[in-house]
């Protein structure tokens, strides 16, 4: 989401504003100083945001000085080898609607219990994956045709990624320790992503009807519009789900609740053809009381709303499925707060070691500057915060990405991209950068991966397995299994 609506490369903001004397400097720069830019103007952002706790108020985040996920210690488990039992994540079938809102861990349990393990274990076997034998539920299983219980345990949705074999790399590496908080980070050229891979991600998902159209959004539905790009050219994203979004007006702002047919619809696409990840329910700043935002009352500054945040989508992703997801083990924070900064930004360790609890934090490696571009109704110029006659283009958006990318080899940036799936722009950039004949990427020999390819290059082991070790779940009724 934008900025300070919805984004989360973006800068504090009264975030805006603080920011934006800073920003206002970069926009006489070209794309591609823009971005590396940002990062130390942030920065400076984020300490007048420790000081005044107003800048993060309204704001985005705080900024990137470098991978805050990757300092974390090392942590306490690294070793376990293989994987257990992907549960086929069976459980319980029926949820309807009711299970939105925060909260309570309900639902999770049991998801291991009738495990239909169908794949075998971290990283090999194939995506074979009859979707479990929904051996508990009630005939609303997983198996019944919806698709959704037919992750194999390699994680490859629609049976492609990079790394189905959950390979450590560089090839011959052992894969790192798990972290005290395991994440991807938000290094420019990370390590452990060979450096000819992009992996594109779709937050703040999905979005639905705008209603009256606003200049920025149109009538919105742009989630819908590039799912069905991406369905049409057998690509399989990476995309981030809220379902309360607290910052803008459309039909999926509360559709946890509603269940909401398009925006269940949406949900429904994303689990069956990629990979989903929890982007909170109400995309607050987390590790900010609610009382220092601004508007006040979009915070969280205690543990129990963090996990109430990630559980919140939890509980509505698996009552969509009807049990066959009961849990995210991909997490992006919203406006990347407090990961960007990491270790010392406010409420980091609070943040941290909740989420760690539940998914691996993934950051990302470059900015696909598209949420940068809007206040929530109007668009305005890169960073701007006044409203402008002229929205971005798609050629802006992937022109910002291209500079920083690249060719593989040349490029200051590759790995994981922030992108956005709420806006025409990033709709019309989609194919300029990604299109499988005509696109940047495939015309300069870039390979697309997956976020789960970048968690199982860095750690030899799959983002459930990761949680798995680090909170001694496996063999547990607990286990978390392939989503
Ligand atoms: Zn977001």
Same mark, same amino acid.
């Given at each position: 989401?934008?900025?300070?609506?919805?984004?989360?490369?973006s800068p504090?903001t009264?975030?805006k504003r603080?920011?934006?004397?800073?920003?206002?400097?970069a926009?006489?720069?070209s794309?591609?100083?823009?971005?590396n830019?940002h990062r130390?103007l942030?920065?400076a952002?984020l300490?007048?945001?420790?000081?005044l706790?107003r800048?993060?108020?309204?704001?985005?985040?705080?900024?990137?000085?470098?991978d805050?996920?990757a300092a974390a210690?090392?942590?306490?488990? #690294? @070793?376990? !080898?293989? %994987?257990?039992?992907s549960?086929? +994540?069976v459980?319980?079938?029926s949820?309807s /609607? *009711?299970?939105?809102?925060?909260?309570?861990?309900?639902?999770n349990?049991?998801s291991?219990?009738g495990?239909a393990?169908n794949? #075998? @274990?971290s !990283?090999? %076997?194939g995506?074979s994956?009859? +979707?479990?034998?929904?051996?508990?539920a009630? /005939? *609303?299983?997983?198996s019944?045709g919806t698709?959704?219980g037919n992750l194999?345990?390699n994680?490859c949705a629609?049976g492609?990624?990079?790394?189905?074999?959950?390979?450590?790399?560089?090839?011959g590496t052992k894969?790192?320790?798990?972290?005290t908080?395991p994440?991807?980070g938000?290094?420019?050229?990370?390590?452990?992503i060979?450096?000819?891979?992009?992996?594109?991600?779709?937050d703040d998902v999905?979005?639905?009807?705008?209603?009256?159209?606003?200049?920025?959004?149109?009538?919105g539905g742009w989630?819908a519009?590039?799912l069905?790009?991406l369905?049409?050219?057998?690509?399989?994203?990476d995309?981030?789900i809220?379902t309360s979004n607290?910052?803008?007006?459309?039909?999926?702002d509360?559709?946890?609740?509603?269940m909401?047919?398009?925006?269940?619809a949406?949900?429904?696409?994303?689990?069956?053809?990629?990979?989903?990840g929890?982007h909170t329910?109400h995309?607050?700043?987390?590790?900010?009381a609610p009382?220092?935002t601004?508007?006040?009352?979009?915070g969280c500054?205690d543990?129990?709303c963090?996990?109430?945040e990630l559980?919140g989508?939890?509980?509505?992703?698996?009552?969509?499925?009807?049990?066959a997801?009961p849990?995210?083990t991909r997490?992006?924070a919203?406006?990347?707060?407090?990961?960007?900064?990491?270790?010392g930004?406010?409420g980091?360790?609070l943040?941290?070691?909740?989420?760690?609890?539940?998914?691996?934090?993934?950051?990302?490696?470059l900015?696909?500057?598209?949420?940068?571009?809007?206040?929530?109704?109007?668009c305005?110029?890169?960073?701007g915060?006044?409203?402008?006659a002229?929205c971005p283009?798609g050629q802006?958006?992937?022109?910002a990405?291209?500079v920083?990318?690249g060719?593989p080899?040349?490029?200051?940036?590759?790995?994981?991209?922030?992108?956005h799936g709420?806006?025409?722009?990033?709709?019309?950039?989609i194919?300029?950068l990604?299109d499988?004949a005509?696109?940047?990427?495939?015309?300069?020999?870039?390979?697309v991966?997956?976020?789960?390819?970048?968690?199982c290059?860095?750690?030899?082991k799959h983002s459930?397995?990761v949680?798995?070790?680090?909170?001694?779940l496996?063999?547990?009724p607990?286990?978390l299994g392939p989503?």
């Amino acid at each position: 989401m934008a900025r300070r609506w919805v984004q989360e490369s973006s800068p504090c903001t009264a975030g805006k504003r603080t920011a934006h004397v800073h920003a206002s400097v970069a926009l006489t720069l070209s794309d591609k100083s823009i971005v590396n830019l940002h990062r130390p103007l942030l920065a400076a952002c984020l300490i007048s945001f420790t000081s005044l706790a107003r800048c993060s108020s309204t704001g985005g985040a705080p900024s990137p000085l470098g991978d805050g996920d990757a300092a974390a210690t090392g942590g306490p488990e #690294s @070793g376990n !080898g293989a %994987g257990g039992a992907s549960s086929g +994540g069976v459980s319980s079938g029926s949820g309807s /609607g *009711s299970r939105a809102g925060n909260g309570t861990r309900s639902g999770n349990s049991g998801s291991a219990s009738g495990s239909a393990s169908n794949a #075998s @274990g971290s !990283g090999k %076997g194939g995506n074979s994956g009859t +979707g479990t034998a929904g051996s508990s539920a009630s /005939g *609303s299983g997983p198996s019944s045709g919806t698709g959704l219980g037919n992750l194999g345990g390699n994680g490859c949705a629609g049976g492609t990624c990079l790394n189905p074999t959950c390979t450590p790399w560089p090839t011959g590496t052992k894969g790192a320790a798990i972290e005290t908080y395991p994440g991807t980070g938000f290094d420019v050229q990370p390590a452990f992503i060979p450096n000819d891979v992009i992996i594109p991600t779709l937050d703040d998902v999905p979005d639905g009807a705008v209603s009256p159209p606003t200049q920025a959004k149109g009538a919105g539905g742009w989630a819908a519009l590039n799912l069905s790009y991406l369905d049409a050219n057998k690509m399989h994203w990476d995309l981030f789900i809220n379902t309360s979004n607290d910052w803008t007006a459309n039909s999926c702002d509360n559709w946890g609740a509603s269940m909401n047919a398009a925006c269940v619809a949406g949900a429904m696409d994303i689990l069956k053809l990629h990979n989903p990840g929890n982007h909170t329910a109400h995309h607050w700043h987390l590790g900010t009381a609610p009382a220092n935002t601004v508007p006040a009352g979009k915070g969280c500054g205690d543990a129990a709303c963090v996990a109430g945040e990630l559980l919140g989508v939890e509980s509505v992703v698996s009552a969509v499925s009807k049990g066959a997801r009961p849990h995210l083990t991909r997490f992006r924070a919203p406006f990347g707060e407090p990961y960007e900064v990491g270790a010392g930004a406010p409420g980091y360790d609070l943040v941290a070691a909740v989420v760690a609890r539940y998914a691996v934090s993934v950051g990302w490696n470059l900015d696909s500057t598209d949420s940068l571009y809007d206040d929530g109704t109007n668009c305005t110029a890169l960073n701007g915060n006044a409203p402008v006659a002229t929205c971005p283009t798609g050629q802006d958006i992937a022109h910002a990405v291209e500079v920083l990318i690249g060719t593989p080899g040349t490029g200051t940036n590759y790995g994981i991209v922030l992108m956005h799936g709420i806006f025409p722009w990033t709709r019309d950039a989609i194919p300029l950068l990604f299109d499988p004949a005509t696109g940047y990427l495939a015309k300069n020999k870039f390979r697309v991966g997956t976020v789960e390819d970048a968690i199982c290059w860095k750690y030899g082991k799959h983002s459930w397995d990761v949680i798995n070790a680090l909170n001694h779940l496996k063999g547990t009724p607990q286990e978390l299994g392939p989503n």
